[in-house]
């Protein structure tokens, strides 16, 4: 195996493991030389990647995405720009290329390793993040306000790569997205690697409210017991649900989990959709199954699906899904939400996606692929 692309599985699987900097399936990587690139493949797990894994396509091909004008129709326009990706693809499989290749494509150094870790997202998914984020890194970083993944945020962070370069003799090596996370590049691991603690050491000298110790554990509840009962699409659902600390600061009451209660990210919406459900607690399981039952029904009518999260009053949260694994994964990314507006209060408060942004996210084909593959 050539050797970078062993060092590429090897730092793919380095961060993949870190839950502070990968949660489920978040973030990719890629290695590039002169005429190819090497991403990781949509849906593949960082932590376990192998030579598999990957998609490697022709730098000359993608060039084409850079430079042709596309649909003014968003659905059009993503599904013309993913047919150039595959048209790119040179190596053999049905693995798809991540939605982010483009961008990967257009920074100018070998190595990419783009994750989301929770500390960096408590900054990009507050109120302050642009400011903080300038006074932090000044011009040793790029700072990109939320846009629509896909083709218009490959094009706006070509532009202000392009202005970057322009203004610092140097193409930036940091590129943090608002509402997404960080993109760091080098020509070597190590480079990288001294990059993300160099990140992470900076946001840290600028937290003051701690997350409190990490204690969460599983607890019992009616809901779960009879989740199967309270709408007929439960019928052959999972449920489980924990709590701790964390957990009980947002789920006191309603006004506390109201800086919880929708996305920051567009992968809290692939593993838990954008809304999550608010229960009142009752002193007999009667009522507190009576007034899921209620919630639960109005949530659809509200949104039009099934809810993923359901915060009981005082007691925890309850992960909803059609398998344990894809349970798993949302009570990961869930708490992960929690862990973020937490410690976004160290930054003016937590700023959350936009209904627009929300509904862009849910009806991307993209992400929907995304969400197949975790289930799977």
């Excluded at 599985?9 to 839950?19: H, N």
């Excluded at 993944?149 to 608002?178: C, D, H, M, N």
């Excluded at 915060?311 to 992960?319: C, D, L, S």
């Excluded at 694994?325 to 408060?349: A, D, H, Q, R, T």
């Amino acid at each position: 195996m050539d050797q970078n692309l062993t060092q590429l599985i090897e730092v793919s699987r380095l961060y993949g493991k870190d839950k502070t900097f990968v949660i489920a399936g978040g973030g990719n990587t890629s290695f590039k030389d002169g005429t190819h690139i090497w991403i990781k493949a949509s849906g593949v797990a960082l932590e376990t990647i192998d030579g598999n894994g990957f998609v490697c396509l022709s730098r000359d091909r993608l060039k084409i995405v850079s430079a042709k004008t596309y649909s003014h129709d968003a659905t059009e326009r993503e599904a013309e720009v993913k047919a150039d990706l595959t048209n790119a693809i040179i190596s053999a499989g049905d693995n798809r290329p991540s939605v982010e290749t483009s961008m990967h494509e257009i920074i100018d150094y070998q190595f990419v390793v783009h994750t989301h870790p929770t500390l960096v997202n408590a900054l990009m998914c507050s109120n302050n993040a642009e400011s903080v984020c300038n006074e932090l890194f000044g011009d040793q970083a790029l700072f990109i306000p939320y846009t629509d993944p896909g083709y218009i945020l490959f094009k706006k962070v070509e532009a202000e790569t392009a202005r970057f370069t322009s203004k610092f003799g140097k193409a930036p090596q940091i590129i943090f997205l608002e509402n997404h996370g960080v993109f760091v590049a080098g020509n070597t691991i190590p480079e990288i690697n001294k990059l993300y603690s160099s990140i992470i050491e900076k946001i840290n000298h600028k937290i003051r409210v701690m997350l409190p110790a990490d204690d969460a554990k599983p607890f019992a509840s009616p809901i779960i017991d009879h989740i199967t009962q309270l709408h007929p699409e439960f019928e052959t659902f999972v449920a489980k649900g924990i709590e701790s600390n964390l957990i009980h600061h947002f789920t006191t009451g309603r006004k506390c989990f109201l800086k919880a209660d929708t996305a920051f990210t567009p992968d809290d919406i692939v593993y838990c959709k954008a809304h999550y459900l608010f229960i009142p607690a009752y002193d007999y399981e009667k009522d507190q199954l009576e007034s899921a039952r209620t919630k639960i029904a109005g949530y659809i009518d509200t949104f039009g699906y099934l809810p993923k999260v359901l915060a009981v009053e005082g007691q925890g949260i309850i992960a909803v899904e059609d398998n344990l694994k894809s349970v798993l994964n949302v009570l990961e990314v869930y708490s992960n939400i929690l862990k973020i507006s937490f410690l976004s209060e160290n930054f003016g408060g937590p700023k959350f996606m936009t209904r627009a942004q929300i509904e862009f996210i849910d009806n991307w084909e993209v992400e929907n692929y995304r969400r197949k593959m975790a289930k799977s």
